[in-house]
């Protein structure tokens, strides 16, 4: 198991990247404050450099909030409030989540959001 200087002192890492993206991104995206040292200890176990954008957001971000809210990418401290589905102000739940494309038509199929379906409840996907 590597330590935690040697996942965070990278000589490329992925962090101006990921920043350049959203700045230049099409659709709107809110960068949630990180708490750092649940992002260490979330890049620690998760044993992946900060080179890489995984480790960049991971390290850096509470997370990302994507197109008003439609797409959510956890941070290193996006911990039990995002697990519990709060989310900033203004960044309300999907009330719909795109499981799979259909491969003949290339339309989406839906489903409920976790918080419509019943629990335990796994879905199949044809392939």
């Known amino acids: 198991m590597r330590d935690i200087a040697e996942l965070t002192d990278v000589d490329d890492p992925g962090w101006p990247a990921v920043l350049d993206a959203v700045r230049e991104g099409q659709t709107s995206c809110e960068v949630l404050p990180a708490d750092p040292e649940a992002c260490r200890a979330t890049l620690l176990q998760l044993q992946v450099t900060a080179r890489s954008l995984l480790g960049a957001v991971v390290l850096n971000s509470g997370g990302l ?31 719909r989540l795109i499981t799979r494309s259909t491969p003949r038509t290339g ?19 044809a392939a």
Do not use: F, K
């Open 65 to 95: 909030v994507l197109h008003h809210g439609w797409l959510r990418v956890y941070g290193g401290s996006g911990g039990a409030d995002a697990a519990a589905g709060r989310v900033p102000r203004g960044h309300g739940p999907a009330a």
């Open 107 to 125: 339309r989406a199929r839906t489903a409920p959001s976790r918080s419509g379906a019943r629990a335990g409840r796994r879905r199949r996907c």
